[in-house]
């Protein structure tokens, strides 16, 4: 079991020093991004509504073959909570079509499923879709990352830790919210790091309910954690608006 937590780390730390496509993110103060994978209706109906109480939005990854399905996770969106999640601010990004692993699919599948996933948000649907992506599971390879990497304007991951002034679009740097709030100390720790660092942040997880997965989080770890992050003083913002800032340079 040792080995293979050496060897995970190993290529963990491979994957986000290889195959990078650094850009420099201006921060005048700490950024702090909320992300919903999947995504599960408590995702939305009650994370968003935690995130637009505290005036700030979300990004939401979505996986168009999960529309209308059932899981660990609870109910799917349906196409009238993508409508509602754009109406209020929050921003839609994709997550393949069928929520593919790039461990387990041939590569041109994966880019093929990557694409599909991007133009039913956009064409099928007719959404207004950004074009940030996040891996399913966190799962990629070096070949994916090089591949599907520039196809899209950022690639998130679940790697730990900060994304700092130099910033891999190809695998963004992001820090599971799972649990009930007896899990908010880290969460602390981290946004307080990123408030000395002048970093970007990124927070993400799936259900958002009491009786939550395994993947997700209580609404009163989420209700805390959003909190503090307001009161940091950090620029709460989508994943879509801070890529803005490094265009805009």
Known sequence: ?????????????????????????????????????????????????????????????????????????????????????????????????????????????????????????????????????????????????????PKMQSCRGICPGLNGLHVDLNLLRANRLYGNSDQFAPAKALIDENSRNKSWLIFYTHDVRPNHSSYGCTPALLEQVVRTAVESGARIATVDQVIALAQSE
């Open 1 to 149: 079991m040792l080995l293979r937590s050496q060897i995970s780390r190993t290529r963990r730390k491979a994957l986000c020093v290889l195959a990078r496509r650094d850009v420099l993110i201006p921060c005048d103060r700490p950024l702090i991004s909320f992300s919903f994978d999947d995504f599960p209706r408590t995702a939305l109906t009650v994370g968003g509504s935690i995130l637009q109480d505290a005036g700030v939005r979300g990004t939401y990854y979505a996986a168009p073959g999960l529309i209308n399905t059932l899981n660990h996770l609870g109910p799917h969106f349906c196409r009238e909570d993508l409508l509602d999640l754009l109406a209020t601010g929050h921003e839609l990004a994709s997550h393949t079509y069928s929520h593919a692993s790039a461990r387990t699919t041939r590569l041109a599948n994966y880019v093929h499923e990557v694409e599909k996933g991007y133009q039913t948000l956009v064409g099928t649907l007719g959404l207004n879709a950004s074009r940030q992506f996040a891996y399913p599971y966190g799962e990629v390879t070096l070949r994916v990352k090089r591949t599907v990497g």
